[in-house]
């Protein structure tokens, strides 16, 4: 069988509460209010969140994803996919009781991150004063999954189906009566409201018809769990990000001596990096983060006029980040790195979240986090949408949702965007604004809070 279907549980509720008929006895076979294609981090955390909603706790819902049926992961190695989430996604997490489980297993709390120029040595570091709070969680993207799989149980008229890849769909606005999903196998489904969830290269968004303005930044985000010598930084509790001319080397820390590796570089280098042996791929990576990039004579005795002459004066010292010593093994691994923004988040009877919607560089640790984002706000819009009587696909409210996310999330994203092409670059006169944008910032304390703030909400 090409489709394997995994009813978790499908009940027929009177208000929320739990009468199992255990078949597919619903109104219309084959028809759902709500649909969500792609289940990956965000059409998964939509699932939960919309059955878990009191208002909505009663729509049929149906999540297709095309990989094969999600299974925990051993917990003895550390995933080489992990995120840096913000308090708003740990909000999520905690609203759909997923956090439980998370904190339960592991996650690491950063309370510091000291980003640097490779080219100038200008550096600003993120922290709450006196180090009172997270400016950030690592969590591995197994355990969020698993966190929030583990919730389904609990789950009414829940369905989800594996190997189930969408091949088209129509839309009342092709004059279909309803949202229309047809599988690659053939099978059809029929909807009130079509979520797509199905990442940056989204099928749902294409049978919307929407513009969909994309780049390639021609880098390779390359992943490894690395072991470091964390005598200095008791507690492994800083990440560090310093941006080379080929792209950002960060360090996300994941226990007292583990941290997650993310290298953004060229095609040609991340092969290189993937095929050297574990001693080489460590000095390279010790030599990225130690080497002295400082070449240009001209950016060099700029700032260090502006610091004798600057009103604003930080107290920054550029420190050193802790010795990787090994790679784990089979941890290496690399991704694609692009950007891309749909002009419309929604339609009559189709939206869209996630990076079916906007597809971020990860230097700013924020793809998942605008994603969460929109489940938050696709629920709480659906929610009230059903507590006025009105249908799910009412454009009214749709719309709703893709003002509210437009404003989050556009800044966010044009700030990203600019800052690859920014940092990406060893052209004299860009250093030089650059480093003289990051003194000024870390110099003017609310400045400093304003951009902290934006990125931790
Ligand atoms: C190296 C790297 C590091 C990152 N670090 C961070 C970080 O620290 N913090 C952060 O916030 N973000 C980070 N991100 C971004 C984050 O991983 C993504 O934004 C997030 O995973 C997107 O989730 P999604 O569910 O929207 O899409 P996806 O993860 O792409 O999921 C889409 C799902 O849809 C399914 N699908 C696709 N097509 C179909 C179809 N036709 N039919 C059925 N199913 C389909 C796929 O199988 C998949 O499961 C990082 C990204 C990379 C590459």
Same mark, same amino acid.
Request: glycine share 6%; hydrophobic share 40%.
């Given at each position: ?15 929320? @509460?739990?009468? !199992? $008929?255990?078949? #597919? *006895?619903?109104? +219309? ?5 709500? /649909?969500?294609?792609?289940? %990956?981090?965000? @059409?998964?955390? !939509? $699932?939960?969140? #919309? *059955?878990?909603? +009191? ?5 049929? /819902?149906?999540?297709?994803? %095309? ?13 080489n996919?992990?995120?840096a ?50 400016v ?86 390359v ?9 200095e ?15 950002p ?47 240009s ?33 089979g ?8 950007f ?5 988040y ?53 719309l ?6 437009l ?33 000024f ?17």
């Open positions: 069988m090409s489709t394997m279907f995994k009813i978790l549980q499908l009940r027929i509720n009177s208000g929320c @509460g739990k009468r !199992l $008929l255990g078949t #597919l *006895a619903a109104k +219309e076979a084959g028809h759902y209010d709500v /649909i969500i294609g792609g289940g %990956g981090l965000v @059409g998964t955390s !939509l $699932l939960v969140s #919309l *059955a878990k909603n +009191e208002t909505l706790c009663n729509k049929k /819902i149906l999540m297709l994803e %095309g990989a094969s049926e999600y299974k925990p992961q051993s917990r003895s190695k550390f995933s996919r992990v995120s989430i913000n308090k708003q996604s740990v909000q999520l997490l905690k609203s759909v009781n997923a956090w439980d489980f998370i904190e339960s297993i592991r996650y690491k709390p950063v309370m510091e991150m000291q980003v640097w120029d490779a080219i100038s040595g200008e550096s600003i570091n993120f922290n709450h004063p006196n180090f009172s709070d997270s950030a969680c690592i969590v591995e993207n197994d355990l969020m999954l698993e966190g929030m799989y583990r919730q389904l149980n609990d789950l009414l008229n829940v369905r989800i189906m594996n190997e189930a890849k969408i091949d088209y769909c129509l839309l009342p606005k092709d004059g279909a009566e309803k949202s229309e999903v047809t599988l690659k196998s053939g099978e059809k489904f029929t909807c009130d409201l079509l979520v797509g969830a199905d990442g940056f290269n989204s099928t749902i968004r294409k049978a919307m018809d929407v513009n969909n303005y994309t780049v390639m930044y021609k880098q390779m985000g992943v490894a769990t690395l072991e470091l010598d964390t005598s930084y008791s507690g492994n509790t800083i990440a560090w990000q310093k941006f080379l001319s080929t792209g080397v960060a360090l996300l820390p994941l226990t007292d001596n583990l941290s997650s590796l993310v290298w953004t570089t060229t095609y040609d280098h991340a092969r290189e990096l993937l095929k050297m042996d574990p001693s080489e791929f460590v000095n390279a990576l010790n030599e990225a983060f130690s080497k002295d990039y400082r070449k004579s001209v950016v060099n005795n700029v700032m260090k006029f502006v610091d004798t002459v600057s009103p604003f004066k930080s107290n920054q010292m550029l420190l050193m980040p802790p010795k990787v010593l090994n790679v784990q093994d941890s290496r691994a690399q991704f694609p790195l692009g891309g923004h749909a002009s419309s929604a339609c009559k009877g189709a939206v869209v979240i996630g990076d079916a919607a906007h597809r971020v560089h990860p230097m700013a640790g924020q793809g998942v986090n605008l994603g969460y984002g929109d489940v938050l706000k696709l629920t709480e819009v659906l929610s009230e949408a059903t507590y006025n009587g009105s249908n799910l696909n009412d454009i009214q409210y749709l709703k949702y893709e003002q509210e996310r404003k989050a999330n556009l800044p966010i994203m044009l700030g990203v965007h600019a800052l690859q092409r920014i940092y990406c670059n060893d052209f004299t006169p860009l250093v030089l604004a650059r480093s003289l944008g990051v003194k910032t870390n110099s003017v304390p609310p400045l400093k809070r304003f951009f902290m703030e934006r990125a931790m909400a």
